[in-house]
């Protein structure tokens, strides 16, 4: 076992021995120890505010609450000589509880056991948790004020939400240091968030008894085998009014009118406030995603420019006129895109699509997509300095992840039986073998394995989907009358890709909502050793199944879809019955863009829809009873009680969907320069839907610790780097760019117009009686004797007859050198980037040394006072030399 998991139990263990002679009358009994308290009989409930965060002596405050419903099945007893040993078990521990019996609550059924922290517990674990609590107000000079305040006023909070506390030097703290600290009020020295985290801690771990031989302990394993229905904080007033306690700070009801409500998403957001309240992981959350919006502005700015470039030289792209020109495009008579059943058709019937491809298509298409190479560097790097500045500010600089995140998930001892010695500690520790955990390893990777293969096979089904309907909607559009007005700008290959981009979205759903579970039980079948492992495994399972879930069918359009085709007379086959895809004339990067922007919009939407309208429909259901009784009968854990719970991964699920979502505006954002224009409207949407949902519609989650945002600053480093490789074979392959750029430069024929002409040079020419019987249409009405085709080959009467030309090995070099050029300079330009730009900005390098050496001669200030008394009081040689050693460590101290 880890030093501080040892460290914890050990404290349990005295604590418990220490009560052992109290006595413990089990789930309905009040703890009165240490202090007066009236009977319950003193006391009406209907006299106590509905809003009330403490016991009925209105003096102890609520940390934690617990339900249970005495439901009288056959688990009943056990249920019921569960909860006695566990609330005597915390009682041993030094918690005070206070039962509210199920005649009080609101149903009539539901018990509610409320838990509160004496200052004795606080200490005790606030030491073995680590906390750092202030020591001194903080005397370094604020940062130089900005000269552009002025201007950013109307988007500035007030001060006091900003800053609801002032900034202290802090140090861990000893129970043996007390008088050091600035202990104005025991029963606000430590937050409400400080308190619930401490009393979970020991929630996590108290014991209840021994079940087949095993000992069991947790609230966890008591709230999945129904012993206790919930377990969670009390928010500390209703959300829209402050409590009439002027003892509580209404902080639920600040974050609600200064945060929570859309109407102030041009607002900054008061991290200090939400990390008060809401702990370090959740604000880190909010700060990298507003931090992330902030930095979608310039993205999504630029991205709009080039779209607007694209709009305006519409008009003047040569390529466009020429399928639009009846003189060109139609007198160009195109094969057939699919066998038997399709018709031979004119190149001009593709004008408003080849048009509105340019908007996407163009010269911006390349200069974009560089840039976002470089923005996402610059995104990262400034994010890295944001965070810096955060652990500064929250006091996270000495915070050792492995005290909060590496001890031991308490399902890990309880499922690991086999014990062996820590090298490190030499502490007897449980260990799972390597047998179990290659067995739990292969069964998880299969899994996966399998789920992954399942993705494929539908993006394949969705394929085949395409593959088999296109002859439909092309023969569907030639013979309904009433589709002749848009069968110009709704075309057959437009038709296919919207419907299968729409079928492809409700699978990823189906599949997402499916594996989502999945990855969550093998997960927990592995058995993580810590807290840590446990995230790292879930976020990659998660991570890789939502990869390919999701982009998938972009990678297929982008990089698939029209290179295999083959050509007139000898196509190629899916199975040896479907034919491949053809892109339009104009290019496939129309239809990239048409799939991106389906499944990204579609995601946004149904993720909004998930995260604000489900938990408010569920919370309405749950308290249409509540509505029509007194409001004081309806207390303040009842209120938290008809809440939805927020759950261990709730930031999980929120931190995947915007990873996901930055892979759409970088991997694929040459294909949709708007796609940074979407992100940041969603953004602006989603922060206040979060904060809408934390502060409104959930439970108040626990308190954890947190200085970065983990394992995600990898992954968005590795998507960094894949998105200069996809954009690169975008623009080459995906995109015109490139056989334009060679026609213009090479093939040219026209001075006064260079592009003229480019039409005809990029199709090819197929004798149409050179046709197999397989792909020839049924109707040849006009008898035409050639049909032209996407590609670069020789005409029928060459001798090298359909073989690929010289200009079309001079493209594929231009292309391969222009992913190779881009991918450098773009390599380089992010590499010198970041090394420019340092991760630490100078300014907090300087306040954490200011502060540590602050810290330090305060400390040792502090112990030569003790030194000091001692040597008044006793054994004057061993204190002489005690003395002297300290005043030397604080000389030494300075000189450093």
Not at 16 to 42: F, R, W
Not at 475 to 502: H, K
Request: hydrophobic share 40%; with cysteine.
């Amino acid at each position: 076992m880890s030093r501080l998991g040892r460290r914890a139990n050990e404290t349990l263990i005295e604590m418990a021995l220490s009560a052992d002679g109290e006595e413990c009358n089990g789930p309905e009994t009040i703890s009165t120890a240490g202090s007066e308290i009236p009977s319950s009989s003193e006391i009406d409930k209907r006299h106590q505010s509905k809003d009330s965060i403490f016991f009925r002596d209105g003096v102890r405050r609520i940390d934690f609450v617990l339900s249970y419903v005495d439901d009288l099945n056959k688990e009943w007893e056990k249920k019921l000589e569960r909860r006695k040993e566990f609330e005597s078990n915390l009682q041993k521990a030094g918690l005070e509880l206070e039962t509210e019996d199920k005649k009080e609550s609101e149903d009539g059924k539901i018990f509610f056991v409320k838990i509160h922290a004496p200052w004795e517990v606080l200490i005790t674990y606030a030491e073995v948790l680590n906390i750092k609590v202030p020591i001194r107000e903080n005397d370094i000079p604020p940062m130089v004020e900005n000269p552009l305040d002025c201007v950013l006023f109307p988007l500035r909070l007030p001060e006091k939400v900003m800053h609801p506390e002032p900034d202290y030097f802090t140090a861990p703290f000893s129970k043996d240091k007390q008088e050091l600290y600035l202990i104005n009020d025991e029963s606000t020295f430590f937050s409400p968030s400080m308190r619930n985290r401490i009393v979970n801690y020991i929630l996590t771990r108290c014991p209840y008894g021994t079940e087949e031989g095993k000992k069991k302990f947790g609230i966890k394993r008591l709230l999945n085998n129904g012993t206790y229905t919930a377990a969670y904080p009390l928010h500390d007033c209703q959300y829209w009014k402050k409590a009439s306690d002027p003892n509580c700070d209404s902080e639920r009801y600040t974050l609600y009118m200064e945060w929570a409500r859309f109407l102030r998403f041009y607002k900054e957001q008061p991290l200090d406030l939400i990390r008060k309240y809401y702990g370090e992981k959740i604000g880190i959350y909010f700060a990298w995603l507003g931090f992330y919006t902030e930095m979608l502005f310039l993205a999504a700015v630029v991205g709009l420019i080039c779209f607007l470039y694209g709009l305006f030289t519409m008009d003047e792209n040569m390529s466009s006129k020429e399928i639009c020109d009846p003189a060109i495009g139609g007198e160009i008579i195109m094969c057939p895109l699919c066998d038997r059943d399709c018709e031979y058709w004119r190149l001009n019937t593709t004008c408003e699509s080849s048009q509105y491809s340019h908007l996407f298509d163009n010269v911006a298409t390349l200069f974009f997509a560089i840039f976002m190479g470089i923005w996402v560097t610059l995104f990262l790097e400034f994010w890295k300095r944001r965070q810096a500045r955060l652990k500064y500010e929250w006091d996270l600089v000495d915070f050792e992840e492995e005290q909060q995140q590496l001890q031991l998930r308490p399902e890990y001892e309880a499922k690991c039986t086999q014990k062996k010695k820590n090298p490190v500690t030499q502490e007897m520790e449980p260990y799972l073998p390597l047998t179990s955990q290659a067995v739990r390893f292969c069964i998880s990777g299969a899994t996966v394995l399998f789920w992954v293969s399942l993705i494929i096979a539908s993006m394949i089904a969705v394929i085949v989907y395409r593959l088999a309907v296109y002859a439909a909607f092309a023969s569907l559009m030639e013979n309904t009358q009433t589709l002749q007005p848009i069968s110009g700008l709704l075309t057959p290959q437009l038709a296919t890709s919207v419907t299968a981009s729409c079928l492809n979205f409700v699978i990823i759903m189906v599949l997402n909502f499916f594996y989502e579970r999945i990855a969550i039980w093998i997960t927990d079948m592995e058995i993580p050793r810590t807290h840590m492992e446990y995230e790292n495994r879930l976020t990659m399972k998660m991570f890789l199944f939502q990869f390919v879930n999701y982009y998938s069918s972009c990678f297929y359009v982008a990089f698939f879809k029209g290179k295999f085709v083959g050509y007139p007379g000898a196509y190629t086959y899916m199975f040896n019955r479907w034919r491949n895809e053809e892109c339009d004339p104009a290019g496939c990067l129309i239809e990239l863009t048409t799939q991106l922007t389906i499944v990204m919009a579609g995601k946004q939407i149904w993720g909004n829809i998930q995260e604000a309208i489900v938990p408010w429909i569920c919370n309405w259901w749950g308290r249409r009873k509540a509505r029509n009784n007194p409001e004081n009968l309806y207390s303040r854990w009842e209120q938290d009680h008809d809440l939805q719970t927020f759950g261990a991964l709730g930031l999980f699920y929120e931190y995947l969907e915007m990873v996901i979502q930055f892979g759409f505006i970088t991997l694929f954002v040459a294909s949709f320069p708007l796609a940074p224009l979407l992100a940041l409207m969603n953004n602006i949407l989603e922060i206040r839907v979060d904060s809408w949902k934390l502060t409104t519609q959930f439970r108040r989650p626990v308190a954890a610790k947190a200085h970065s945002i983990g394992v995600w600053q990898e992954i968005l480093n590795g998507m960094a780097i894949l998105s200069v490789v996809t954009n690169a074979f975008i623009v080459a392959f995906t995109s015109d760019m490139i056989p334009r750029l060679v026609y213009y430069y090479a093939y040219s024929e026209s001075e006064d117009s260079p592009m003229s002409g480019y039409i005809n040079n990029s199709l090819s020419v197929f004798q149409i009686s050179d046709f197999p019987l397989r792909n020839e249409p049924k109707e040849n009405p006009e008898n035409f004797v050639i049909c032209r085709y996407r590609d670069y080959r020789y005409p029928p009467d060459h001798e090298r007859k359909y073989l690929h030309t010289m200009q079309f090995w001079h493209i594929l070099a231009a292309k391969l050198a222009f992913i190779i050029i881009m991918e450098h300079v773009v390599f380089i330009v992010k590499f010198f980037v970041a090394w420019m730009i340092p991760d630490v900005p100078a300014d907090v390098k300087a306040k954490i040394k200011r502060e540590k050496y602050l810290t330090q001669k305060i400390l040792h200030e502090y112990e030569l006072e003790k030194l000091k008394e001692r040597l008044c009081q006793g054994d004057k040689r061993t204190t002489e030399k005690e003395f002297i050693a300290t005043e030397g460590r604080m000389e030494l101290s300075r000189a450093m």
